[in-house]
């Protein structure tokens, strides 16, 4: 029994990818399925603050890669979910401690006991990226509708495609569609057709998610969240349920009262 | 409103100006291909090509060629003789 082995990626740093990581995870472990999370940015590691975790590290990705303690030691249990786990990345380590040989042979023991495992990759293109690609069969890229974002997007793309990684799926984080139609910003359409990779849903620029990272409560437990709703939309697709994207979000007066109300 | 007077006035929308640059960003970032890679589109096309004509596979050159808003892929092939029965089939 093999499991799903996802990267998230995007080039540009700042963009969502751990925070992309921590929903949707969290969202699949809430259907049942047995996740683990990876953090791939050594030296730089944020999926166990993210997660709330960081409390509780005592090995991390580098030391299993050495052989300094078992797999099972440097996994944490996420605080809700018994079926989530997340293993840190080591924080005053360098990228090259680890190379993409032993990075794909993790993946493929994890994914012998897990149905997921979700790989956050470093911002760049470097050693880190190609550790965190090294293993995935699948690709996330997460863009943002900045013209930064997108360009980095696209040669992250090229890279996943020259490195024989075709499974690639698009996010895009932080769209505002007020500015959308205000022509301030590009729309789903426009990005989607630059990138020309299938996409896997559009996340609204919400405050809501600031809110949960500094709880460390991944967004996706709130139930009323916009964002997070779209996250749950994500990881249903990615799990091969048939949802319709709604490129349109409409704005209800129910939601003008709610803005109102909680700002 | 002084947005909507500028517009009045002709200004695109930032949007449409993003992704106009982005097509053309994007376009002289992919660009960039490999040597091996146009080695072997250029066999291809040899290979391709000589299933109906006798060429010269010394002269032929591929280039991809940059406009403003347009990529080209630019060969040129002498050719040597046409094969009078397509070898198609």
Known sequence: MAGKMIVVTSGKGGVGKTTTVANIGTVLAKKKYSVV??????????????????NRIVYNLVDIIEGKCRKQQAMLRDRKLHNLYIIPAAQTREKSAVNPEQMKNLCQELADEFDYVLIDCPAGIEQGFKNAVAGAQTAIVVTTPEVSAIRDADRVIGLLEAGELRDIHLIINRMNHRMVKKGDMMSTEDIISLLAVPLLGVIPESDEVVISTNRGT???HDRGSKAGAAFHQIAARLNGEEIALDLEQKVTIMDRVKRFIWS | MLKAIRRFFGEKASSQVARQRMQVVLMHDRMDIAPDIMEALKNDIITVLSRYMEIDRRTIHVDLEQGKNYTALISNVQIKRVYRHSMST
Do not use: T
């Open chain 1, 37 to 54: 999370m990876l953090d791939a940015d050594i030296g730089l590691r944020n999926l166990d603050v993210v997660m709330g975790l960081e």
């Open chain 1, 218 to 220: 991944p967004l996706v």
